[in-house]
């Protein structure tokens, strides 16, 4: 008994030393979580502030950029009568159609530009493009060839300028004012 005693007391003064031990542990680890998640918390802050800054500057680039596509396109609209909207390569085929029109053919450069609304590039696309241009302005060309360019540009300015003469919205009528306009810019 005197040795189930003496077990007895060790194992609660055992017990009585390790409290303090563990609760020490507990303080010392928790502290050091503490910080650590503390530390996290500064790191993500930090962090988040420089995602919304990037994004802030992105923001404004991406503003500066739509401003200076409006200031290009009103300068198109102001320059050729309407806007011109495309990659560069697309809008140069335009302007260089549009200019030779202004000097070879007067008069069928106020018909393009009074009668086709805009001209616009979209990419090809099997569902909803399968198209070379429009009569409304939208073209899948961009212009890289610039021969095949012109003839559909004004293949679709001739299907305006006929509907408006006689209701005529044929392919022939584009097709023929397409290649009177061609006739008359290369004599």
Known sequence: MDQLFGILIVLVMGAIISIPIHYWYYVVTTRKEKKKMAAYKITYEIEQAKKEEREK????????????????????????????????????????????????APHRYAEAVTLLP????????????????RSDGLFTMDGSNYESFRWVFLHEVGH??????????????ANNYANQVIAELTR
């Open 118 to 133: 805009k001209a616009e590039y979209v990419a090809f696309n099997e569902q909803d493009h399968r198209f070379s241009g």
């Open 57 to 104: 500057l992105e923001r404004e680039r991406k503003g500066q950029q739509v401003k200076e596509e409006k200031e290009k396109q009103l300068e198109h609209l102001l320059t050729y009568g309407f806007p011109i909207i495309g990659g560069s390569r697309f809008k140069e085929a335009v302007r260089r159609v549009l200019q030779e029109l202004k000097e070879k």
């Open 160 to 173: 305006n300028v006929a509907y408006k003469a006689n209701k005529d919205y044929s392919e022939e009528a």
